[in-house]
């Protein structure tokens, strides 16, 4: 009897360590399961965004008579072949798409714009002046409109170095991408308030 009970005692022992085991790995397959779903709403939910807004841009980009979205294929075939020369003419590419939608949302003039009490020159080789011209019409101020004048501002001179000096394959897609979403918000800032 004392031997039967040793022996249920050592089985109630290991079944006791082994019901530990079996919960630890309960836990870390649900931990591992939670994270993973986690990962993914946040994925769907990045990439939905993402979605969104480049079917916007590309819809603005569509109402620029086409011209816009051909650019952009453009720039993405360069980067793909990864060449530096390849990198240089998507550069250059990005500057007149630029250059191109600064056209598009405010033709260059020879009369000056008011922005808040200071006179911008708005001719035509005053790209950005005129894309800060058009934020304003647009009723943008204060941080946001900055932030649209610092980015272009940046973008459009690496964009211009670029044509001139080497600009690697790396980042080169980064200002590509930069571009395409600082003109996406451009474009997609709707329509002027009401007086």
């Known amino acids: 009897m004392r031997e039967r009970s040793q022996l249920m005692s050592s089985y109630a022992a290991s079944a006791a360590a082994m019901s530990k085991v079996l919960a630890s790995i309960d836990a870390q397959i649900y931990r ?3 994270d993973v779903y986690a990962e993914l709403q946040f994925s769907e939910i990045q990439a939905s965004l993402f979605e969104d807004s480049r079917t916007a841009v590309d819809a603005t980009f569509a109402t620029m008579a086409g011209a816009a979205l051909k650019k952009v ?3 993405s075939e360069r980067l793909a072949a990864n060449d530096a020369e390849a990198v240089s003419q998507a550069m250059s590419t990005c500057r ?3 250059d191109a939608v600064a056209d598009h949302v405010f033709p260059g003039s020879d009369d000056p714009y008011d922005l808040n009490g200071q006179t911008l020159n708005v001719k035509q080789n005053a790209v950005l002046n005129r894309i800060n011209a058009f934020v304003h019409t647009r009723g943008v101020r204060g941080g946001r ?4 004048r610092r980015g272009m501002s940046d973008v459009y001179g690496r964009v211009s ?4 000096l080497d600009v690697d394959g ?3 897609r980064y200002l590509f991408l930069s571009t395409y ?3 996406g ?3 997609t800032l709707g329509t002027p308030p009401a007086s």
Request: charged share 25%; proline share 0%; no cysteine.
């Open 32 to 34: 591992y399961a939670g």
């Open 73 to 75: 294929d453009s720039i």
């Open 96 to 98: 007149r798409l630029i």
């Open 145 to 148: 409109a900055d932030r649209l």
């Open 161 to 164: 170095t670029g044509v001139h």
């Open 170 to 172: 790396h980042e080169a």
């Open 181 to 183: 979403v600082l003109l």
């Open 185 to 187: 918000e451009v474009l």
